[in-house]
């Protein structure tokens, strides 16, 4: 009896222990996930410390130089010696004053739990392309450069800030000159986070990218190189995939990071390229892919984009993360009543950093995208451009891959390289299209950090494409940051 009775009990507290024990590895995993940002921002607090404990030590010597002058303008000597006047490095519990500095975020506090910083990060990118248009058939994404010579084409002022115990805010204000030099200016993105919804849930509502692969929801100046890939302008758009609409993520309980992601948009205009966008101006007509478009309203939720997303995060070792994801965007097109876009995406990034690495030095990284896109065009009878034939109705496929690696191989200096492909169906498409036909690219890269709130980027490029034969381009690039950015997702 006693026998039967300890039997039951274990068995008991068997079936109790499995979800508990479930429960527990979910929590270590989102653990994991948690300190891995958090040593990120870690490091990025010291760093931006260093510099403001230097931008204090140049004013010190500044105010010394000028003490030195008045208090002897002919021998420069003084009564205090540099010995006197250098400061001690402050202790582990020193507050630096960020204030002083040009370098560090301008934070204007509310109360104990609002902040707002702001920052100003600009690219500037000079050299040139045996095309005598690079812009024309070669650079095809908005931020990239424009023209030979010199270009701007990304100014951007960053805020973000908690707004209450229940959002944060973001919001990011873009510059760009074209060709003639005029400003151009873009409202990027100005979005809510939710902070507090139950089960692992958050919301996010506003004008943002959609977590469509790894590159679409980057900045210019978070890109590993100078241009956009050419599969990412060719079914994403030269401006991205980006909307006004909202999107419900949810931190699944697994033993390892998993996020999954449900983004729903109008999905209307220039940033929804291959969804209800009226296209480029020819002759007259507006027209994607040759095609004529109709303006058509939202009619209702079929008429809406959406973009599903899941991602996952993998420890291989203590020194090695790999990320792999799975994105979707449907939605309808321009080119015909009950006409409809589909693109698929999966990418992977691998990160190899060793334990001791100084300053995120060394480290070897590797990241691929790869896409394919079903855009179903209607025909187009009448007012088909000139020179070509009337287009019928048809599916146009498109497919493409890019796979890059960079290699931080010591403090301040990475190394990189980036292959690519795109191609599409050989279909009734107009054959002068920009953003069809078959291209390759081949791009080494050298970028020297001299701070963390600096970079110099050299890109050569090797293009070959149906349009253009063989092009060959070097652009040098360089950014400055003004302020500090949150911190970005691994």
């Known amino acids: ?35 891995l940002q958090m040593q990120e921002k870690f490091e990025q607090n010291q760093s931006e410390q260093r510099q403001q404990l230097e931008s204090l030590r140049r004013e010190l010597a500044a105010l010394q130089s000028n003490q030195v002058t008045n208090d002897n303008p002919v021998t420069g000597a003084s009564s205090n010696t540099a010995a006197q006047l250098e400061p001690s490095p402050p202790s582990s519990r020193t507050l630096l004053p960020a204030t002083n500095s040009l370098s560090a975020p301008l934070t204007l506090v509310r109360s104990d739990s609002a902040y707002m910083n702001i920052s100003f990060d600009v690219l500037i990118a000079a050299g040139g392309s045996t095309a005598a248009d690079p812009a024309g058939q070669l650079e095809l994404g908005d931020h990239d450069p424009s023209n030979n010579g010199f270009s701007l084409r990304n100014a951007e002022i960053a805020i973000d800030g908690a707004v209450d115990p229940y959002f944060k805010g973001y919001g990011n204000i873009v510059y760009k000159l074209d060709q003639n030099n005029e400003t151009g200016a873009e409202l990027e993105e100005a979005y809510l986070v939710s902070t507090a919804l139950p089960d692992n849930l958050q919301l996010k509502a506003g004008q943002f990218f959609a977590a469509f692969g790894r590159q679409n929801s980057q900045h210019p100046h978070q890109w590993s190189f100078v241009d956009q890939p050419i599969i990412l302008n060719r079914t994403l758009g030269p401006d991205g995939l980006r909307n006004v609409g909202a999107q419900l993520s949810w931190l699944a309980p697994t033993p390892f990071y998993t996020e999954a992601y449900l983004g729903v948009f109008n999905g209307q205009g220039g940033t929804a390229f291959s969804f209800r966008n009226e296209g480029e101006d020819v002759d007259g007509v507006p027209r994607v892919h040759g095609r004529e478009t109709l303006d058509r309203t939202l ?113 301040r200096w990475t190394a990189g390289l980036r292959g690519e492909y795109a191609n599409g169906n050989k279909g009734s498409y107009d054959p002068s299209d920009i953003y069809r036909n078959e291209r390759t690219r081949l791009s080494p890269m050298l970028a020297f950090f001299p701070s963390e709130f600096s970079k110099v980027r050299l890109q050569c490029n090797y293009d070959h494409g149906t349009l253009f034969g063989n092009q060959f381009s070097v652009w040098l690039q360089l950014e400055f940051l003004l302020g500090a950015h949150g911190a970005h997702k691994f």
């Open 1 to 35: 009896m006693k026998l039967k009775l300890i039997l039951g009990l274990s068995s008991a507290l068997s079936l109790i222990g499995t979800p508990i024990q479930a429960e527990e590895t979910n929590e270590v995993a989102q653990l994991k996930q948690m300190l």
């Open 299 to 411: 009619r209702g939720p079929g008429d809406l984009l959406m973009a599903p997303r899941i991602t996952s995060s993998f420890e291989l070792t203590d020194e090695q993360t790999l990320v792999a994801g799975a994105s979707a965007a449907f939605g309808p097109n321009d080119t015909g009543t009950g006409k409809r876009t589909e693109i698929y995406g999966v990418d992977l990034y691998w990160k190899w950093k060793p334990a001791n690495a100084n300053a995120g030095f060394p480290f070897v990284s590797w990241q691929t995208e790869a896409n394919y896109q079903r855009f179903q065009a209607a025909a187009n009878l009448t007012n088909a451009p000139a020179g070509y034939a009337s287009l019928p109705a048809e599916t146009l496929e498109d497919w493409g891959i890019y796979s890059q690696v960079l290699w931080g191989f010591r403090e």
